[in-house]
């Protein structure tokens, strides 16, 4: 057997419940070895595929996720890039959708597949969900085109039933098995009896250009939500922190603030000082149209920008990597104006 005519996928495990176990004293879910976990799956074995494993040590719960894990994810990558069809990074769901949205940024000229999966009960539970997950994530990163090339040369995410685009995905159920959209995106493929791909909606890759690899992230961002009887001096706060850079202003509708003179004015000092504000809406199905009502009219007069229908998750992610390649304002809001990796629509004009 020449094992490597093999589809090959490199599986990369960072922790989540996933990979957990039930201490049988407390009860709590725990991180076991990832050797247990292929335990847990013999099918894997009935892969025709070279599956290689690396994993965090120790796993961790993906809300300690971070930038820095981050790059580690992307070192990882990048070093096996060549020696690998596709990889799966085994995750926990709970920070998921920003790990997807920033390997979606780091990873440029990506043209292999990049699946993040997980599951809401741990591969040891006789009715996990995270072997289907599992298995499935492992397929997709090793299909191919007969003339070779990978059919999502994307970071996504794929959970129950769904492979969708990393960067337009939010968690939304915290115990459905279901537990992932993307409001504002098509999946790119369903999966039932078949995988169905979207092929119209999944990005084309460069095979030509070489992927590159980045690293860097500048975390000193916000996410202010507001609400009726939001106050001043909290707002003030913020606004004013000594390091911020950005803010994700999660505002109501098609992109709607209040329109109280003090508010204004604070945005306005922000942006003046050159820290970004991008206007994202609170609802997660939808764009932001600043110039359909008064209200949003005043955020564009006081320098804000347009998230469009970005989730959260990509717009924080979008601005730290911005951020950490040192541009200037000027170049934070023009990048911010277009899609780097598919994660925004913009209106037609
Ligand atoms: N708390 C876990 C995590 O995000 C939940 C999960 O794995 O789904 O790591």
């Not at 980045?214 to 913020?238: A, D, R, S, W």
């Not at 709607?256 to 199905?285: D, M, R």
Request: charge should be neutral; aromatic fraction near 10%; proline fraction near 6%.
């Amino acid at each position: 057997m020449i094992k490597s005519n093999y589809p090959s996928v490199l599986l990369i495990y960072t922790g989540g419940t996933i990979g957990m176990i039930e201490n049988p004293e407390t009860g709590a879910l725990e991180a076991f070895n990832f050797d247990q976990l292929q335990e847990n799956v013999p099918e894997l074995k009935r892969f025709n595929y070279r599956i290689a494993s690396y994993q965090f040590t120790p796993p961790i719960d993906s809300s300690d996720m971070e930038p820095s894990l981050w790059a580690k994810l992307v070192k990882i990558i990048h070093y096996n890039y060549d020696n690998f069809d596709g990889f799966v990074i085994l995750h926990g769901t709970d920070t998921m959708a920003y790990t997807a949205s920033a390997l979606s940024f780091m990873l440029e000229n990506l043209n292999k597949p990049v699946i993040l999966t997980g599951s809401q009960l741990p591969i040891g539970v006789l009715r996990t969900d995270g072997k289907e997950n599992l298995i499935t994530s492992i397929e997709i990163a090793a299909a191919k085109y007969p003339n070779g090339q990978a059919i999502v040369p994307e970071v996504c995410i794929f959970f129950e039933n769904l492979l969708l685009r990393g960067n337009r995905t939010t968690k939304i159920n915290a115990e459905n098995f279901n537990a992932f959209r993307s409001f504002n995106y098509p999946a790119l493929a369903t999966v039932g009896i078949h995988i169905k791909y979207n092929y119209d909606k999944i990005r084309k890759a460069d095979s030509h250009l070489p992927m590159h690899p980045h690293y860097v992230f500048n975390p000193n961002v916000i996410i202010l939500t507001i609400f009726p009887g939001i106050q001043e001096t909290i707002v003030k706060n913020i606004l004013q922190s000594p390091n911020l850079k950005a803010v994700v202003l999660k505002t109501y509708g098609s992109g709607n603030a209040p329109q109280k003179p003090w508010f204004i004015q604070l945005l306005k000092e922000a942006t003046q000082k050159g820290i970004i504000i991008v206007n994202i809406s609170q609802c997660p199905t939808g764009m932001v149209e600043m110039r359909r009502y008064e209200t949003g009219l005043h955020l564009l007069d006081a320098g804000v920008i347009s998230g469009y229908d970005a989730t959260v998750e990509s717009v924080l992610t979008k601005l730290m990597f911005l951020l950490g390649h040192d541009l200037t304002p000027k170049e934070i809001r023009r990048e911010m104006n277009r899609s780097i990796a598919g994660e925004i629509t913009l209106p037609e004009l």
